[in-house]
């Protein structure tokens, strides 16, 4: 199990935008698959985005949920991968956690979760 760090989360308006940011304390997060998931209170974990390791294609997933609004990205000088949020909803609301998997089918989803962070709470209300 890898250590995997999110921050970011809080609470914001609907409507409102947030980042949430995750970082690998002692190794790079290039060399891995990286995805968002989310669990809201009394749903199952749900796979938002994910983007395959930095020397690949570059392939990226979003659920239809969040397309169009949710971004994924990695700046590898800082070592972080981002999830930016924008026209938040209240659905949204959820505990956010950053893991490594092994596959990235763009259009399918995000596929062998390994490592996971502690995760960060968004809650979306008015």
């Known amino acids: 199990q890898l250590q995997l760090v999110e921050s970011g989360g809080g609470v914001v308006q609907p409507g409102g935008s947030l980042t949430l940011s995750c970082t690998g304390p002692g190794y790079s997060l290039d060399h891995f698959a990286m995805a968002w998931f989310r669990q809201a209170p009394g749903q199952e974990r749900e796979g938002v985005s994910c983007m395959r390791e930095i020397d690949s294609d570059g392939s990226t997933y979003y659920a239809d949920s969040v397309k169009g609004r949710f971004t994924i990205s990695r700046d590898s000088a800082k070592n972080t991968v981002y999830l930016q949020m924008n026209n938040l909803k209240p659905e949204d609301t959820a505990v956010y956690y950053c893991?490594?998997?092994?596959?990235?089918?763009?259009?399918?989803?995000?596929?062998?979760?390994?490592?996971w962070g502690r995760g960060t709470l968004v809650n979306v209300s008015a």
């Open positions: 893991v490594t998997v092994r596959a990235v089918y763009s259009g399918y989803g995000c596929y062998g979760a390994d490592s």
